[in-house]
């Protein structure tokens, strides 16, 4: 099956941007602050001024631009950051942002826009849904910052037309097999989320010991970030320009898998239960 694909990083973000955007982000001489505010003159620069500023966080600058998300690294961490969701999104669909696109070094993503809750308590009105969510990934994965918690709320947001919520920021993802999570006190126990998945807890009854998120990253070295973030290529499309028609496969658009599936099962007229419309990375922006 051959598609017409789209990039908005080739169309609105010129490659001279993208080259100064990735200077910056390796400068060592100004706090990341400063950063900040050296990216949106680098974007006026460009005649880039048609933005809503979102706000920094950590390691990224994020801003809403043609109806989408896009979040600037501003350091080495925050590339590190925009790998992990992109290549995260969609095994942990469709309760995280749908991540479209990244560039080759890592600096920019472009993921989808979702209202953002504005409090606390408006995430509470979520919380069951929230749970939910977390408690179907922490079989296989466990993401750190996005419990439950009053300094979390941000972290979460509904999407667009829906009631459903959403993480929309989730580089801090771990897969459970990982020897982080084996206790460093028993040896013999595995760390364990409380119910809202604020901690950890190792779970041998003879131990116990808590760990907050932040004892687990003091822990993480490039070889595991290398490890989890894998080959990007593998998972999307390299393209040099917008609408290039590129041969699609099934290994990087799943939703071949499904529609092939749709079909067979058509033809056998058999009743096919209602799957989640998770979001496809090859899909035009």
């Known amino acids: 099956m051959e598609k017409v694909l789209r990039s908005l990083i080739q169309e609105i973000i010129p490659f001279g941007l993208r080259v100064e955007l990735d200077l910056l982000s390796r400068r060592r001489d100004i706090h990341n602050k400063e950063k900040h505010q050296e990216l949106i003159l680098l974007l006026r620069k460009y005649g880039i001024d048609d933005i809503v500023q979102l706000g920094p966080g950590t390691n990224r600058y994020t801003i809403r631009l043609k109806g989408y998300v896009i979040k600037f690294a501003t350091d080495a961490d925050g590339k590190i950051d925009n790998a992990k969701e992109f290549a995260m999104a969609k095994l942990l669909q469709p309760g995280v942002i749908r991540v479209h696109e990244i560039s080759s070094n890592y600096t920019i993503l472009v993921c989808e826009y979702i209202q953002v809750f504005g409090s606390y308590l408006e995430m509470?009105?979520?919380?069951?849904?929230?749970?939910?969510?977390?408690?179907?990934?922490?079989?296989?994965f466990l993401i750190g910052d996005v419990g439950i918690a009053e300094k979390n709320y941000s972290n979460w947001g509904i999407r667009i037309g829906t009631e459903e919520p959403v993480c929309l920021d989730f580089a801090y993802v771990y897969r459970v097999s990982s020897k982080l999570f084996t206790c460093d006190k028993c040896g013999t126990g595995i760390l364990t989320p409380?119910?809202?998945?604020?901690?950890?807890?190792?779970?041998?009854?003879?131990?116990?010991?808590?760990?907050?998120?932040?004892?687990?990253?003091?822990?993480?070295?490039?070889?595991?970030?290398?490890?989890?973030?894998?080959?990007?290529?593998?998972?999307?499309?390299?393209?040099?320009?917008?609408?290039?028609?590129?041969?699609?496969?099934?290994?990087?658009?799943?939703?071949?898998?499904?529609?092939?599936?749709?079909?067979?099962?058509?033809?056998?007229?058999?009743?096919?239960?209602?799957?989640?419309?998770?979001?496809?990375?090859?899909?035009p922006l």
């Open 124 to 140: 509470k009105q979520y919380e069951d849904k929230i749970r939910k969510i977390l408690k179907n990934w922490s079989s296989v």
């Open 194 to 283: 409380n119910d809202d998945f604020t901690y950890l807890f190792c779970n041998n009854p003879h131990c116990g010991k808590k760990y907050d998120f932040s004892d687990i990253r003091l822990k993480i070295g490039n070889d595991l970030h290398d490890h989890e973030i894998g080959e990007l290529t593998d998972r999307g499309y390299l393209l040099t320009h917008s609408h290039t028609n590129m041969v699609l496969d099934e290994a990087r658009s799943s939703y071949l898998k499904r529609n092939k599936k749709e079909v067979v099962e058509k033809v056998e007229e058999e009743k096919v239960e209602d799957e989640p419309d998770t979001f496809v990375m090859p899909y």
